[in-house]
T-cell receptor, first 112, second 114 residues
Framework: GNSVTQMEGPVTLSEEAFLTINCTYTATGYPSLFWYVQYPGEGLQLLLKATKADDKGSNKGFEATYRKETTSFHLEKGSVQVSDSAVYFCALRGGSNYKLTFGKGTLLTVNP | NAGVTQTPKFQVLKTGQSMTLQCAQDMNHEYMSWYRQDPGMGLRLIHYSVGAGITDQGEVPNGYNVSRSTTEDFPLRLLSAAPSQTSVYFC?????????????FGPGTRLTVL
């Protein structure tokens, strides 16, 4: 079955530091890949997505590239801000169904 | 548009009580689903529906029932609440068609079972 493994947190960074959160997946076929973000006390919001190999998703300074050869979709941001503090979830959606499979989430805390 | 709405926001139950968590969306989405979020577990799918009158089980369906009588509403019923059902519950919806359709999440219901 499908599965997503993402870097365990928590991750604590200083403002303007570089961020990488690793995500690898197992799936049959050609899944779509997503990063969702959950701010404290809120629901999940889509951050970015990629639907085929070598696609790069980007939003709010975050980027992730769909790497089929390494089955990875790592999240990066060049300079984090305090407002980026949140839980980040990697997810995939594959096959003929519409179910999302999530990683366990990575808590990011950015200090001023 | 309101998007995906959930009620109540918070709920405390005693073991054995039943209740219904409400979920509604105004985007005419065919696909709706319920997840529970527990610390260190990510989100796990409870039940989902691909259209009115059609529902199916996810990873963790035991103790929960769903029905989908309209496109807009997808309530989740706890038949006899147990402490193991203490969690945060999220409803989500998406349009049907294509692998990349985005799922939109509600704000969540925080449930405590004593």
């Amino acid at each position: 079955g499908n599965s997503v493994t993402q870097m365990e947190g928590p991750v604590t960074l200083s403002e303007e530091a570089f961020l990488t959160i690793n995500c690898t997946y197992t799936a049959t076929g050609y899944p779509s890949l997503f990063w969702y973000v959950q701010y404290p006390g809120e629901g999940l919001q889509l951050l970015l997505k990629a639907t085929k190999a070598d696609d790069k998703g980007s939003n709010k300074g975050f980027e992730a590239t769909y790497r089929k050869e390494t089955t990875s979709f790592h999240l990066e941001k060049g300079s984090v801000q305090v407002s980026d503090s949140a839980v980040y979830f990697c997810a995939l959606r594959g096959g003929s169904n519409y179910k999302l499979t999530f990683g366990k989430g990575t808590l990011l805390t950015v200090n001023p | 548009n309101a998007g995906v709405t959930q009620t109540p926001k918070f709920q405390v139950l005693k073991t054995g009580q039943s209740m219904t968590l409400q979920c509604a969306q105004d985007m005419n989405h065919e696909y709706m689903s319920w997840y529970r979020q527990d610390p260190g577990m990510g989100l796990r799918l409870i039940h989902y529906s691909v259209g009115a009158g059609i529902t199916d089980q996810g990873e963790v369906p035991n103790g929960y029932n769903v029905s989908r009588s309209t496109t807009e509403d997808f309530p989740l019923r706890l038949l006899s609440a147990a402490p193991s059902q203490t969690s945060v519950y999220f409803c989500a919806s998406s349009a049907r068609g294509g692998e990349g359709d985005t799922q939109y999440f509600g704000p969540g219901t925080r449930l405590t079972v004593l």
